[in-house]
């Protein structure tokens, strides 16, 4: 540890804190400002003209390849801040975010793209745990709460940004300003950490375990793959779905194995044995499940049956956006009032509450009413990030803050993952069953050849289908049957919201307990008392 770091026990001085936080933020949100733009753009990446003519396959590599690698070396990038210091892991980060970003805005065909995609995803694997470290280590223990609620909020500010953005953008520049646009943000980053983040200093006596992390980062990949192979449509005993996700599987068996084994583990398992660490992992993964694969749908049904715009859905999205904002920041004094864990119940009850409400929504539902439900939901999204975090972090000892955020990340990303996959899989097989069971309309002669079995493939190929034919009944029988499929997609996602609510309500129980052998030298570990987790 650093001299400077030394001399403040290892934390940023108070009157630093806040600025320290104000950057990891503005890093933190770089990553959900990049997603969001991306949705944007797919539209005018798969124009051979304005942009790079990716097939429907690319595309969903472009945004995959980001998600495999990121979730993929998320553990690595934990164990490095916790090696090298969360500092340095978030100034490497940076540089190859930005460098990856740069470079994807000049891409000349879709593999390129694809190729710096995953170098993006890699950055991000190395600045989401590196800023919750910091925000851990260098903050007080009584502005904590508050500072982890503004870290959540950034992936609300992120994604009410990045269709603005990108939109804007777009209307006035080439395709690859929308990466671009990442790297004068990066470059501000860097020198706000260089001048602010203070070098809180990692376990230089800890040797890396390099095993260990290149078992993490297959195993975590080969499961990933599999999930976005599910959700591209391939069944789930195929060899693109079923050989990966074995593989995947079996890999981080041995690699839990190996880490009870380890000496210095990559990932240190009796960080399960802290109060509520266990149960919020399981909550952030079905609460990011259930919202990832409710947005998903929400979407095409914003662009399909309701007939909206890319940018006037996604001015519609911005009301989940403002809503997961507002409940990031109003957590901490509802946690004061009800406790941390009826809190994330709440939360995730209403969440759970919002989806149901999706069974009633059709080609009519106002748009006030779905604007309405959006915020609802992001609300209660923002009820649950905050408290979970603060329940996880408040047990790990500071030198394995980078692994214990590190397990916070990667239930986010993987259940964001398995969300859309498995919300996905259920929207493609009830449409395909409800257009099997309907008569497609086509004259006396039926559909052209082919073109009955691309209506059956999706609904936004059936309406284009519809469109070039001039059979507005084709694309009624498609809104139709893609209403039913999302019908059943958000049944399944309100029963995962009220799994999750059941964990929160039992397993967020927070007791006294005994201090865990964790720490390195006589540092004791703080105890969260009760199910109540101090708030600012």
């Known amino acids: 540890m650093s001299k400077a770091s030394s001399s403040t026990g290892g934390r940023a001085a108070p009157s630093r804190s806040w600025p320290v936080l104000l950057v990891v933020v503005c890093a933190q949100m770089l990553i959900w400002l990049d997603t969001s733009v991306l949705n944007v753009a797919v539209t005018t990446l798969a124009d051979p003209e304005k942009g790079l003519g990716a097939t429907p396959a690319e595309l969903e590599w472009v945004a995959s390849a980001y998600t495999l690698v990121f979730a993929g070396t998320l553990f690595a990038g934990g164990a490095l801040a916790d090696r090298f210091g969360p500092r340095t892991t978030l100034l490497a980060g940076l540089a190859l975010f930005g460098a990856a970003s740069g470079v994807g805005a000049f891409a000349g065909s879709p593999a390129q793209l694809i190729v710096a995609r995953a170098f993006m995803g890699a950055g991000s694997a190395l600045l989401m745990p590196a800023t919750l470290s910091v925000i851990v280590q260098s903050t007080p223990e009584e502005k904590r709460t508050r500072a982890i609620a503004i870290w959540s909020s950034s992936s609300g500010l992120g994604v009410a ?8 953008l777009l209307s006035h520049f080439w395709w690859g300003s ?3 646009v990442n790297v004068p943000i990066v470059a501000l980053c860097l020198a706000g950490v260089v001048a602010l983040v203070p070098d809180l200093g990692g376990a230089r006596r800890r040797v890396l375990d390099l095993p260990g992390l290149a078992l993490s980062v297959l195993g975590l990949g080969g499961v990933v793959y599999g999930i976005i192979e599910l959700g591209n449509g391939q069944t789930w005993h195929g060899s693109h779905v079923l050989l990966p996700l074995l593989l995947g599987g079996a890999l981080l068996v041995t690699f839990v194995a190996g880490q009870r084994r380890s000496p210095s583990p990559s990932l240190d398992l009796r960080l399960f044995r802290q109060p509520g660490f266990t149960a919020g992992s399981v909550v952030l993964l079905l609460a990011f499940m259930a919202l990832a694969g409710h947005l998903f749908y929400a979407a095409f049904y914003l662009q399909g049956p309701r ?13 989940a956006a403002v809503g997961i904002v507002l409940g990031s920041q109003a957590s901490p004094a509802m946690s004061r009032l009800l406790s941390a864990r009826w809190t994330v119940a709440a939360g995730i009850l209403a969440t759970a509450a919002t989806y149901v409400g999706y069974v009633w929504f059709d080609e009519r539902t106002p748009i006030v009413a779905i604007a309405a439900l959006l915020w609802v939901q992001g609300f209660g999204m923002g009820l649950v990030g905050t408290p979970v975090t603060a329940v996880m972090m408040s047990g790990v000892p500071q030198h394995l803050a980078g692994a214990g955020s590190a397990v916070n990340s990667v239930t986010r990303q993987v259940g964001g993952t398995l969300g859309v996959a498995v919300a996905g899989s259920v929207l493609s097989g009830v449409y395909r069953e409800r257009m099997a069971d309907a008569t497609l309309p086509g004259g006396p002669q039926g559909l052209p050849p082919g073109a009955e079995e691309q209506a059956r493939t999706s609904a936004e190929a059936a309406r284009a289908l519809a469109d070039s034919l001039r059979l507005p009944e084709l694309a009624e029988t498609a809104d139709r049957a893609f209403l039913d499929a999302m019908y059943a ?6 029963v995962l919201a009220l799994v999750g609510f059941a964990v929160s309500a039992v397993g967020l129980r927070v007791r006294e307990a005994r201090p865990q052998n964790l ?8 105890e969260a008392r009760d199910d109540h987790v101090e708030t600012a």
């Open 161 to 168: 940004v990045g269709p603005v953005v990108g939109g804007a």
């Open 178 to 180: 929308v990466f671009l």
């Open 307 to 319: 007939g909206l715009s890319p940018a006037d859905a996604g001015t519609v999205m911005i009301a």
């Open 489 to 494: 997609a958000t049944l399944w996602t309100a």
């Open 519 to 526: 720490q390195e030298g006589p540092e004791e570990p703080r």
